[in-house]
T-cell receptor, first 116, second 111 residues
């Protein structure tokens, strides 16, 4: 159990366009989901925390108007990178905490975004 | 500010050669310490949660321990399939669900 999927697994987009990444908890409900960014050979940096039905909480330095997060159901959160630029190219990973479960987060497989 | 430091940065072991990975942490109030395994190009896989000093958890060839300042991940008789990056993270009692990660230890196990 505790499987999290992400779609797409990789995406290439042109500068100035927007791209949406989906994160789904497949076999459990997740009131809280998280979005991370990871640069090569670096650790995971939390971008934002989203709770089902409410606005996301963004970490300091993360532009909320650029990285739009929606957590519309207990199994789905989406991250939309708006007006993408090459510096937004990165590995984006989501995670989910099981509703009523422990503190551990279960991670998706990640989405590789390349902006040209 | 919470801080997590992992050492060594990289470790190369021969199959069967046991060793330990270190995770030192600074946190105002520890709610939990987490170990994850990450394979290249994939998301982290949950291994253990430790909540209090003296606690130990085991899974196959891995054993995690916790003190008030650090955690160790002991790998006994590793196999090549144990090769991965091992990440440590802490959760502060005052910052809800947020995890602060270390930069990881890249482990390579050779035949």
């Amino acid at each position: 159990g505790a499987v999290v999927s992400q779609h797409p697994s990789w995406v290439i987009c042109k500068s100035g366009t927007s791209v949406k990444i989906e994160c789904r908890s497949l076999d459990f409900q997740a009131t809280t989901m998280f979005w991370y960014r990871q640069f090569p050979k670096q650790s995971l940096m939390l971008m934002a925390t989203s709770n089902e039905g409410s606005k996301a909480t963004y970490e300091q330095g993360v532009e909320k108007d650029k990285f739009l997060i929606n957590h519309a159901s207990l199994t789905l959160s989406t991250l939309t990178v708006t007006s993408a630029h090459p510096e937004d190219s990165s590995f984006y990973i989501c995670s989910a905490r099981r509703t009523g479960g422990g503190d551990e987060q279960y991670f998706g497989p990640g989405t590789r975004l390349t902006v040209t | 500010e919470d801080q997590v430091t992992q050492s060594p940065e990289a470790l190369r072991l021969q199959e069967g050669e046991s060793s330990s990975l270190n995770c030192s942490y600074t946190v105002s109030g520890l709610r939990g310490l987490f170990w994850y395994r990450q394979d290249p190009g994939k998301g982290p896989e949950f291994l253990f949660t430790l909540y209090s000093a003296g606690e130990e958890k085991e899974k196959e060839r891995l054993k995690a321990t916790l003190t008030k300042k650090e955690s160790f991940l002991h790998i006994t008789a590793p196999k090549p399939e144990d090769s991965a990056t091992y990440l440590c993270a802490v959760q502060n009692t005052g910052t809800a669900s947020k995890l602060t990660f270390g930069t990881g230890t890249r482990l390579q196990v050779t035949l």
